[in-house]
């Protein structure tokens, strides 16, 4: 019994720690990420083994085994309580004090509890996959419809997947959370759009605009209302979703021959980008090989077919790393540069023109920044800019900032996602969000 109270014990401190670790910028930060993920997502379960395993070693007199297992306890309910409460309310911010009375009251009934200890198992509706939305041009999604006993919103959120641009694909860690869209009564679309080296940003968001119009089109036969479409996305799809949504029928950022209207009703960030100019420099920190002009760029660079090995075929058919053929996962000191058409010293006015708090202005639709106050990967300050710029051109935005947590902290496997504070009131969030736009 000794053993195993230790056990617990040091497995509650052990993670605990991670807790509390504040993570750093750069590589390191990339050193301590996964630990800290998953500290965060267990902390209030790790914090009741650490006091079963400190109960049980106080009655055998094991003072080294209380003391581990009662900081254990002490981390992970501190970290619990840090990311569930908060101070003040962002959404009276955005939206008057009165915002919860503009919610009809049998739709807030619907809205799931901030956080629960295991968040229920909901039930994912009608599914429909591989649909082409892009004719000739083949762009995939898949359809989450609500489940026939649940009223429907007539809302329709479309979701681009992180990643970075080059990495994970549709359908990817989604699920608990798009299960707890349709149970709202919403209709979702997630999109596969095209990753990097196979394509640049511009064809990205030309991608993103045809979800749009697509999704508008075909509102009747998923029943919604073409005017209560929003956008989402996490990470490089934040990124797109935050630029499509704030240059709407822009013909620069229209692909050509679209017609249709490209407005949306709301945008989602989780982990967003906002300023291409200020993240090239980020990227170097963590990528020192980027090359700052043509010139350093070298041959061993260049993305190239790498598909020989049975691991390379295996992530190459991976939906974490559907590009591991081009042997540039995860990252690559190209990937900026050939996603904007070259380094910013050469093409910094299409990264400014690229960056979504450029077209900040009062056209821009409500929107929700949800970033996490240690990602080493997207800093939060990218939210905290675009957030301050957006209340300044009197636009509703609600920034909600995470503490203690690392990028990712929206997505894991399995049962670890209905485990996840973080994660949970992120998703308690987008829910409350979405009413508002009902």
């Avoid at 030309?206 to 929003?230: C, F, H, P, Q, T």
């Amino acid at each position: 019994m000794k053993k195993i109270s230790r056990t617990l014990s040091f497995i509650s401190a052990f993670f605990g720690l991670f807790t509390l670790l504040r993570s750093p910028k750069g590589r390191l930060g990339g050193a301590v990420w996964i630990p800290k993920l998953w500290a965060g997502a267990w902390a209030p379960w790790l914090a009741f083994l650490g006091g079963v395993g400190a109960f049980f070693s106080l009655l055998r007199g094991d003072a080294a085994g209380a003391l581990t297992g009662g900081f254990g306890l002490l981390a992970g309910v501190r970290h619990t309580v840090r990311v569930t409460k908060r101070r003040f309310d962002p959404f009276a911010e955005a939206f008057g004090a009165d915002w919860e009375q503009r919610i009809h009251p049998e739709r807030w009934m619907r809205l799931n509890r901030p956080y629960q200890w295991l968040q229920p198992n909901f039930s994912l509706g009608a599914y429909q996959k591989d649909v082409n939305i892009g004719g000739a041009a083949p762009l995939l999604c898949d359809l989450w419809l609500p489940p026939s006993e649940v009223p429907s919103s007539r809302l329709g959120l479309i979701f681009l997947h992180g990643g970075l641009w080059q990495a994970v694909d549709k359908d990817f860690l989604t699920r608990p959370f798009f299960a707890r869209l349709v149970n709202q009564g919403h209709v979702v679309m997630d999109v596969a759009y095209s990753l990097a080296p196979s394509v640049n940003i511009f064809q990205m968001m030309d991608e993103v605009k045809r979800s749009i119009v697509w999704m508008k089109s075909n509102a009747a036969r998923l029943g919604i209302d073409s005017e209560r479409v929003v956008l989402a996305g996490s990470s490089g799809g934040a990124h797109l979703a935050l630029l499509a949504a704030y240059t709407p029928n822009v013909r620069k950022f229209q692909p050509k021959g679209l017609r249709g209207d490209t407005s949306v009703r709301g945008v989602i960030s989780i982990h967003g980008i906002a300023d291409m100019v200020s993240f090239f420099h980020e990227y170097g920190e963590t990528n020192p090989r980027q090359p700052r002009t043509s010139e350093q760029i070298t041959e061993d660079m260049l993305p190239r077919l790498y598909n020989r090995t049975w691991m390379d075929r295996l992530m190459t058919r991976s939906r974490a790393f559907p590009e591991f053929r081009y042997s540039n996962m995860p990252g690559g000191d190209l990937l900026l540069v050939n996603l904007f058409g070259g380094p910013l010293e050469e093409s910094r006015e299409t990264y400014r023109q690229y960056s979504p708090i450029t077209h900040v202005g009062p056209h821009c639709p409500p929107t929700l920044l949800l970033a996490a106050e240690e990602d080493f990967v997207t800093t939060a300050s990218h939210s905290r800019r675009l957030h301050t710029a957006l209340q300044k051109a009197n636009v509703p935005s609600v920034y909600i900032e995470f503490p203690e947590s690392v990028h990712a902290f929206d997505q894991y496997f399995g049962v670890s996602r209905r485990v996840a504070p973080a994660a949970q009131m992120a998703a308690n969030d987008i829910e409350q969000f979405l009413a508002l736009l009902v």
